[in-house]
């Protein structure tokens, strides 16, 4: 499964990896503190906390683009990217527009 080579499986990656990122995330540093239903509340009412939890949580996606360049799978590599891109491009909108 993970040897494709195809964009829209990188775009799949890119778009899972950083909502999986999320919720280890949530269980790591929040969960002690939050409920679900209260951290995504704290998100949404504290817009500096968006950039500041959407950072750790691409990390997942770096590495994996890192791994798909390293094994010269670039259409796979190349979903991953523009999904990253778009993930940060959301939150820097959601941080200084909404």
């Given at each position: 499964?993970?040897?494709?080579?195809?964009?829209?499986?990188?775009?799949?990656?890119?778009?899972?990896?950083?909502?999986?990122?999320?919720?280890?995330?949530?269980?790591?540093?929040?969960?002690?503190?939050?409920?679900?239903?209260?951290?995504?509340?704290?998100?949404?009412?504290?817009?500096?906390?968006?950039?500041?939890?959407?950072?750790?949580?691409?990390?997942?996606?770096?590495?994996?683009?890192?791994?798909?360049?390293?094994?010269?799978?670039?259409k796979t590599a190349k979903g991953i990217f523009?999904?990253?891109?778009?993930?940060?491009?959301?939150?820097?909108?959601?941080?200084?527009?909404?």
């Amino acid at each position: 499964m993970f040897k494709k080579d195809n964009l829209r499986f990188g775009l799949l990656l890119g778009f899972i990896a950083p909502l999986l990122s999320v919720v280890i995330y949530y269980f790591v540093k929040f969960s002690s503190l939050y409920s679900v239903g209260d951290f995504l509340t704290f998100i949404a009412r504290n817009k500096n906390q968006v950039t500041a939890i959407s950072v750790p949580c691409l990390i997942l996606n770096i590495a994996l683009f890192t791994y798909y360049i390293n094994t010269h799978r670039d259409k796979t590599a190349k979903g991953i990217f523009a999904t990253t891109l778009i993930y940060a491009i959301f939150a820097l909108v959601v941080k200084f527009v909404v």
